[in-house]
């Protein structure tokens, strides 16, 4: 599954209720190279499996990563991944503007802070365990639209925005943490949007699961800090 990661591994899955969240934990569980998976979510999972140790918990906040780091108890963890993101919340009035004149302050705040904070203080918080000697993939989803180069039809202010933040807080601490784990990958992962897809092109969130696991596969300690889509080509910053 994973040639870098030993028999047995840990993994740690952030967002774990969400589409690609609970396809990669799917995926996870049912390979035997996994040894043990911890995942977390806002909301309990509804299912139990002897690899599984599930926690209910939000981590956009300081008490839920704490909690998160209480379950964890400094055991190395071979595999971040982290599918928390946020594009729109009805429920909070947040959708992704057209026009300048639809930003506001306090949606930015929020897209920022699931989309770009939330990671960086993920690794923060977990960093005891992913610092050392073992083989880690800290893997993050980011989107193309992150892209400063790619980004030709504007639009999206905050989300493009949060998405280039996680992308240069992931690349920062890349370059932190292979100083402290010569083995570490640090890897952003574009999802692909799928809005405007025609029903039988869609791709399933189990045939993107496939596709990002190949490309972590793929990656070595060279690559770390870096940008891929789920083709496996880089993505410019
Ligand atoms: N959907 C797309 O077409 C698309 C395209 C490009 C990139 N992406 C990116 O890919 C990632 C995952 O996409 P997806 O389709 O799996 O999304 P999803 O089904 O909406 O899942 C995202 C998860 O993020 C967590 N989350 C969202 N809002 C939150 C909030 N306010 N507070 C705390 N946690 C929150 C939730 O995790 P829990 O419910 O488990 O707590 C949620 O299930 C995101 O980073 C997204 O930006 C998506």
């Known amino acids: ?11 740690v899955v952030a967002g774990a209720n969400g589409g690609i969240g609970s396809a990669i934990l799917q995926s996870l ?59 729109h919340d009805a429920s909070q009035n ?3 503007e057209k026009r300048l004149e639809q930003l506001d302050e306090v949606s930015f705040a929020q897209v920022m802070h699931i989309n770009a904070a939330t990671p960086a203080l993920l690794l923060a918080a977990l960093k005891p365990s992913l610092q050392g000697k073992h083989a880690t993939i800290i893997a993050s989803l980011s989107a193309r639209v992150g892209s400063i180069t790619d980004n030709g039809y ?47 092109k869609l791709f399933s969130a189990e045939f993107v699961v496939k596709q990002l696991i190949d490309v972590m596969a793929k990656r070595s300690q060279e690559t770390t800090g870096s940008f891929w889509d789920c ?7």
């Open 1 to 11: 599954m994973l040639p870098h990661l030993p028999e047995g591994f840990t993994a």
């Open 29 to 87: 569980l049912s390979s035997p190279q996994t040894g043990h998976v911890i995942a977390v979510s806002r909301s309990p999972l509804v299912f139990e499996h002897p690899k599984l140790d599930s926690i209910t918990a939000d981590i956009t906040t300081t008490t839920g990563r704490q909690a998160l780091c209480e379950r964890v108890n400094g055991r190395p963890v071979h595999l971040l991944f982290n599918a928390i993101g946020l594009l």
């Open 94 to 96: 947040i959708q992704p």
């Open 154 to 200: 504007g639009g999206w202010y905050s989300y493009r925005a949060s998405k280039a933040a996680h992308n240069m807080l992931l690349r920062t601490a890349a370059i932190e943490l292979k100083r402290l784990n010569k083995q570490s990958i640090v890897l952003c992962l574009q999802k692909p949007f799928q809005a405007r897809v025609p029903t039988e």
């Open 231 to 237: 083709a496996g080509e880089p993505i410019d910053w």
